[in-house]
């Protein structure tokens, strides 16, 4: 069965279809017995072998289905016959609204169809002599990916569309346009950093593609797309005020937030994704992405920096949303990239455990360190630090975690070329493991309220967060988790740490109170957690689906 839907003049009555029929259900309830009396009509000659894949309702008593041949098909629901037929389209037709004389649909071959039917009720009095040359289409437009979804307004003037993209679209057919008003991941979701504004955020996933979202709004604003070598950015655009509401009343039956507010967290957006069954499309996916620091304050200095799964890294320019740079400074995968504290140098770690350390401004890897080969690198971070500060040179510190349950902490000044080592940790494995294959991920981070502790999970064996101190060189705290944990991010604001598990499940941990509260809302592996700057908001994601929570004040 590929469609049902209820009749609009009688709620007793029911069609279906599916794989060589159409099904018509009458309900009859006598008493508390409910009966239900079928009738099935074989698929028309005129549509061949193809399914009905598509329908819904027209005038009393029009039914109108779509097939997967393009064709559509009308049947007289009074006398149980088609009696009309036309080619709508090349590919599947997964979508048909009527509203009056006017029908829209929808196909797997991106082509969304306006067509005139006014003349049809007419045609039904001709029964089997009925011509479809009556029929003709009166505007189409191209998307981004098979039609999905659609809902417009009752003069089917206006409405929004969604595509296998991961995309939602204001469609306006009086105008002629087509604009995004939503767009998500074809494939997972990688990374999200922030501008320091906070005003924006970036997105990089598996489809290749990085995405500049707007906080404000929680908008689209700008697209950068890596395929076939060729890099292409797309700018968002906007929708006159007056039909933005209407196309987002029409988007309410196509996009669903979590509703269950709890303490510490509210979720206030979902960035939707695409359905799953699609394949991916693009030679590269987008692995890791970072953000220009603080210190790169001016709007021509913010710059997003990305590593891909070739070995390249790409830097982006916000404000002339075009690549300023590529580079290929590794044989292998990136996994984690990170700028300095001035912005000025780039440090990036592959799957094979080798951190590379390039300048942006001529274009060059000066540096290569291979201490953590043989394990990919799962973190990079960069802090600031006084010069001469724990005993070591530099105005740098920052550390690489491997998925082989080390992280190395280094001091440097970029600038006259040094780095030097000043802690390394090493953990055993993990014991028993359900899936040995699958280790939990080695994650470490510098800790917002006290720079001078590591914050760790995955290492070790048992499922804990390590504060580590850099000056008494121990483990000066633990706290227990569930489960190994997949994500890890703190508050910069506070003393907050989210843990993102493999089980569905988002924990919040409060290290002042040493309270913690569990989170339901994504239906996969929470694999990623970031707190934004003013630490205000926190998005997690779950394969190609990003949740925003908003981080109440306790």
């Given at each position: 069965?590929?469609?049902?839907?209820?009749?609009?003049?009688?709620?007793?009555?029911?069609?279906?279809?599916?794989?060589?029929?159409?099904?018509?259900?009458?309900l009859?309830?006598?008493?508390?017995?409910?009966n239900?009396?079928?009738?099935?009509q074989?698929?028309?000659?005129e549509?061949g072998?193809?399914?009905?894949?598509?329908?819904?309702?027209?005038?009393?008593?029009?039914?109108?289905?779509g097939?997967?041949?393009?064709?559509?098909?009308?049947?007289?629901?009074?006398?149980?016959?088609?009696?009309?037929?036309?080619?709508a389209?090349?590919?599947?037709i997964?979508?048909l609204l009527?509203?009056?004389?006017?029908?829209?649909?929808?196909?797997?071959?991106?082509?969304?169809?306006?067509?005139?039917?006014?003349?049809?009720p007419?045609?039904?009095?001709?029964?089997?002599?009925?011509?479809?040359?009556?029929?003709?289409?009166?505007?189409?437009?191209?998307?981004?990916?098979?039609?999905?979804s659609?809902?417009?307004?009752?003069?089917?003037?206006?409405?929004?569309?969604?595509?296998?993209?991961?995309t939602?679209?204001?469609?306006?057919?009086?105008?002629?346009?087509?604009?995004?008003?939503?767009?998500?991941?074809?494939?997972?979701?990688?990374?999200?950093?922030?501008?320091?504004?906070?005003?924006h955020?970036?997105?990089?996933?598996e489809?290749?593609?990085?995405?500049?979202?707007?906080?404000?709004?929680?908008e689209?604003?700008?697209?950068?797309?890596?395929?076939?070598?060729?890099?292409?950015?797309a700018?968002?655009?906007?929708?006159?005020?007056?039909?933005?509401?209407?196309?987002?009343?029409?988007?309410?039956?196509?996009l669903?937030?979590?509703?269950?507010?709890s303490?510490g967290?509210?979720?206030?957006?979902?960035?939707?994704?695409?359905?799953?069954?699609?394949?991916?499309?693009?030679?590269?996916?987008?692995?890791?992405?970072?953000?220009?620091?603080?210190?790169?304050?001016?709007?021509?200095?913010?710059?997003?920096?990305a590593g891909?799964?070739?070995?390249?890294?790409?830097i982006?320019?916000?404000?002339?949303?075009?690549?300023?740079?590529?580079m290929?400074?590794?044989?292998?995968?990136?996994?984690?990239?990170?700028?300095?504290?001035?912005?000025?140098?780039?440090?990036?770690?592959?799957k094979?455990?080798?951190?590379?350390?390039?300048?942006?401004?001529?274009?060059?890897?000066?540096?290569?360190?291979?201490?953590?080969?043989?394990?990919?690198i799962?973190?990079?971070?960069?802090?600031?630090?006084?010069?001469?500060?724990?005993?070591?040179?530099?105005?740098?510190l920052?550390?690489?975690?491997?998925?082989?349950?080390?992280?190395?902490?280094?001091?440097?000044?970029?600038?006259?070329?040094?780095?030097?080592?000043?802690?390394?940790?090493?953990f055993?494995?993990?014991a028993?493991?359900?899936?040995?294959?699958?280790?939990?991920?080695?994650?470490?981070?510098f800790?917002?309220w006290?720079?001078?502790?590591?914050?760790?999970?995955?290492?070790?064996?048992?499922?804990?967060?390590?504060?580590?101190?850099?000056?008494q060189?121990?483990?000066?705290?633990?706290?227990?988790?569930?489960?190994?944990?997949?994500?890890?991010?703190?508050?910069?604001?506070?003393?907050?740490?989210?843990?993102?598990f493999a089980?569905?499940?988002?924990?919040?941990?409060?290290?002042?109170?040493?309270?913690?509260?569990?989170?339901?809302?994504?239906?996969?592996?929470?694999h990623?957690?970031?707190?934004?700057?003013?630490?205000?908001?926190?998005?997690?994601?779950?394969?190609?689906?990003?949740?925003?929570?908003?981080?109440?004040?306790?």
């Amino acid at each position: 069965m590929h469609g049902v839907a209820f009749n609009p003049w009688d709620a007793g009555k029911l069609t279906c279809v599916g794989t060589g029929a159409i099904t018509f259900w009458l309900l009859q309830q006598r008493g508390a017995d409910i009966n239900l009396q079928v009738h099935q009509q074989p698929v028309p000659e005129e549509v061949g072998a193809a399914e009905l894949t598509s329908l819904c309702y027209g005038a009393n008593p029009l039914l109108y289905c779509g097939s997967s041949s393009g064709q559509v098909c009308v049947w007289d629901t009074s006398a149980g016959r088609c009696f009309l037929a036309w080619e709508a389209d090349d590919g599947e037709i997964g979508v048909l609204l009527c509203s009056g004389s006017r029908l829209v649909s929808g196909s797997n071959t991106r082509r969304l169809r306006l067509w005139a039917v006014g003349a049809v009720p007419e045609l039904r009095r001709k029964g089997s002599g009925a011509r479809s040359s009556s029929v003709f289409m009166e505007q189409e437009l191209s998307l981004d990916g098979a039609i999905v979804s659609a809902s417009f307004d009752s003069s089917m003037d206006i409405g929004v569309v969604g595509s296998t993209a991961g995309t939602l679209w204001y469609i306006s057919w009086t105008e002629g346009t087509s604009t995004r008003l939503v767009s998500g991941h074809r494939g997972k979701v990688n990374e999200v950093v922030f501008s320091p504004s906070e005003s924006h955020c970036a997105t990089g996933g598996e489809d290749g593609s990085v995405r500049v979202w707007s906080l404000a709004s929680m908008e689209l604003v700008i697209q950068f797309q890596v395929l076939n070598q060729v890099c292409v950015s797309a700018g968002g655009t906007g929708i006159h005020a007056q039909d933005r509401a209407r196309a987002m009343s029409c988007a309410s039956s196509l996009l669903r937030l979590p509703s269950d507010p709890s303490l510490g967290l509210v979720p206030c957006h979902r960035f939707p994704g695409e359905c799953s069954c699609f394949p991916t499309m693009g030679p590269q996916s987008c692995i890791c992405l970072a953000w220009s620091p603080p210190s790169c304050s001016r709007p021509e200095q913010q710059q997003v920096v990305a590593g891909y799964s070739d070995g390249t890294l790409r830097i982006f320019s916000i404000s002339r949303t075009a690549m300023e740079l590529k580079m290929h400074p590794h044989r292998a995968a990136l996994t984690a990239i990170a700028f300095s504290t001035d912005g000025q140098t780039v440090l990036s770690g592959d799957k094979d455990g080798l951190i590379a350390i390039s300048r942006p401004h001529t274009g060059m890897t000066f540096r290569v360190l291979s201490d953590h080969q043989g394990a990919p690198i799962s973190t990079l971070q960069s802090t600031s630090k006084e010069y001469g500060d724990l005993g070591v040179e530099g105005t740098d510190l920052w550390l690489a975690a491997s998925g082989d349950q080390r992280v190395s902490i280094w001091a440097s000044d970029w600038a006259q070329d040094h780095c030097e080592l000043l802690d390394w940790l090493s953990f055993p494995a993990p014991a028993t493991l359900e899936a040995p294959s699958l280790p939990p991920p080695s994650l470490a981070a510098f800790c917002p309220w006290d720079r001078t502790l590591l914050v760790c999970v995955g290492l070790g064996v048992h499922e804990e967060v390590v504060f580590y101190s850099l000056r008494q060189k121990q483990v000066v705290e633990k706290m227990s988790l569930p489960f190994f944990a997949m994500s890890l991010s703190l508050s910069p604001r506070s003393h907050l740490i989210a843990v993102g598990f493999a089980e569905c499940i988002l924990r919040l941990l409060d290290c002042a109170s040493g309270t913690n509260q569990d989170f339901a809302g994504h239906d996969d592996s929470v694999h990623l957690c970031r707190f934004t700057p003013s630490a205000r908001l926190l998005f997690t994601a779950s394969h190609n689906e990003i949740l925003v929570w908003e981080v109440m004040d306790h």
